[in-house]
């Protein structure tokens, strides 16, 4: 498991299962395109626009009244983007092209030997990930078989924006790339897809990751079985005391920064369903908020799994920025 918050490399593994380099997964990390992102900066696109053809490039509108000063902020604001933007994709340009002189440079200089083995390694490599990808692949079609039950609740997301939407469809990326990586994956679930679903098929090669998709609710998805259903929410007075593989873990697929608080433990309620919080007070000492981001909860699931310490598996994931020292 990761010591750290997960972040670029854990993204660019995940693609990597299929892929023959890491800079190929690089670039489709950046390929990546999240509506929520996208309409945003549509918006914001047309409403400059809009402000342009007003002034028609100057600080007045047609009928020669002055714009406000927040429309010329506005603008201003424009032009500096356009060319900012204009500018970082000159320089990517140049230095895409630096390196393609140098290892051209670098390939003609080498002896016919020393192309031979630098093709050879190529190969080697290729290989080593090739068995790697069947290894975790194989790992994950056990885990759908008899791993240890993980569901992620998407029904709240009609209730977060469309940036937290792309929030999480993001920490949804590390979710899979951490249970791909772990000693011991689980049985990853994802329910109440709704809008979550257009975002992830965005991420490429969602549709081959080794997990459950449902459109609708663990409660029937897992109707026959609601009496091993435990909802995971901080705001539980349950502690978590070890893992049970007849349990159905539940975590929800919550962006809220404090905005829905008590929300999961609300419905786990209503629902009658038990509830459980993990033992974080009891084993690690924070300076801020308990509440973790999704993924950090699933690599402590999975650190745990793997070591049955919860104060291992708490302070290798929970950033160290949280723990007091």
């Known amino acids: ?10 993204a660019e593994e995940l693609i990597c299962d299929d892929d023959s380099s890491k800079e190929h997964a690089a670039k489709k990390l950046k390929a990546i395109a999240l509506p929520a992102i996208d309409e945003a900066a549509k918006e914001e696109n047309d409403q400059n626009e809009n402000l342009e053809k007003q002034c028609g490039g100057g600080g007045e509108v047609p009928n020669g009244k002055p714009l406000s000063k927040n429309a010329q902020k506005r603008l201003l604001k424009l032009e500096k983007m356009a060319q900012k933007k204009k500018d970082m994709k000159a320089r990517e340009k140049e230095r895409k092209k630096e390196r393609k002189e140098k290892k051209s440079q670098e390939w003609a200089n080498l002896s016919t030997e020393e192309k031979e083995a630098a093709i050879q390694r190529s190969k080697e490599a290729s290989r080593v990930r090739a068995e790697e990808n069947n290894r975790r692949k194989e790992k994950l079609n056990k885990a759908l078989e008899a791993g240890q039950n993980l569901v992620i609740d998407f029904q709240f997301s009609d209730q977060m924006t469309d940036q937290e ?26 329910t ?10 965005n991420v490429p090669g969602y549709q081959n990751w080794k997990l459950h998709r449902e459109e609708t609710s663990y409660m029937e998805v897992f109707a026959t079985r609601t009496q091993d259903l435990v909802y995971l929410t901080a705001d539980s007075e349950t502690i978590l005391e070890s893992l049970d593989d007849s349990k159905i873990y539940i975590i929800g ?27 974080i007070q009891e084993n690690v000492k924070l300076t801020t908020s308990t509440v973790l981001t999704v993924n950090q909860v699933v690599e402590i699931i999975l650190e745990y799994l793997d070591s049955k310490d919860w104060v291992k598996a708490l302070t290798s994931i929970i950033p160290q920025r949280k723990v007091a020292q």
């Open 253 to 279: 697929g919550v962006v809220d920064h404090n905005r829905l608080k008590c929300l999961t433990l609300n419905k786990a309620k209503e629902q009658g369903i038990a509830t459980a919080r993990l033992p």
């Open 1 to 10: 498991m990761a010591n750290a918050s997960p972040g670029r490399r854990q």
């Open 165 to 190: 939407i792309a929030n999480m469809s993001q920490q949804i990326m590390y979710c899979y790339a951490a249970n791909a990586r772990a000693p011991v994956s689980v049985r990853l679930s994802l």
């Open 192 to 201: 109440s897809l709704g809008r979550m679903k257009q975002y992830l098929e």
